[in-house]
């Protein structure tokens, strides 16, 4: 999900909690579908639970991008597709009440990133062309849905 505020995308920081000492990343808040939920009430789900921000489904708009992420976390490996929403929201202050055990153990932060930032900053972020799909989605210059890379 990437959600956008004043020409930001808030992002959130993680770490394996299997493999500590390899690293931290940030990410856009998301998760997987449970059941026959749709897409889009997976996204308010996970949007809720990671950022206590409720938004409001009708505002989703289509899917902007999507990705196959292949990656292990806490020891299991992963093959994940990812639908990337684009939303303007009013900037907020993300909390972290509705965050499970796993995400309690793996999440260490939230933070609101300008395109600028995220070209000059050294941290790892995934997706890895993020500042370019925030660009664009902030000219307004989405067409067909854009395919990211998976790493």
């Known amino acids: 999900m990437l959600l956008l505020a004043d020409r930001s995308v808030l992002l959130i920081q993680g770490v394996d909690p299997g493999r500590p000492g390899e690293g931290r990343w940030w990410l856009t808040p998301g998760g997987g579908v449970d059941g026959r939920e749709s897409l889009e009430a997976a996204a308010v789900r996970e949007v809720l639970e990671e950022t206590g921000f409720r938004l409001d489904a009708r ?17 299991r490996q992963f093959r994940q597709s990812e639908y990337f929403f684009a939303v ?12 499970e055990e796993i995400e309690r153990r793996a999440l260490l932060d939230q933070r609101w990133w300008t395109v600028d930032e995220l070209r000059a900053t050294s941290e790892t972020v995934y997706p890895i062309e993020l500042a370019d799909l925030i660009e664009t989605v902030l000219d307004l210059e989405v067409g067909e849905v854009i395919r990211l890379s998976g790493d």
């Not at 505002?59 to 020891?75: C, I, S």
């Not at 303007?88 to 965050?99: H, I, L, S």
């Open 59 to 75: 505002r989703l708009g289509p899917v902007v991008a999507t990705r196959v992420a292949h990656f292990e976390f806490d020891r």
């Open 88 to 99: 303007e929201v009013p900037a907020f202050t993300p909390t972290n009440d509705g965050w």
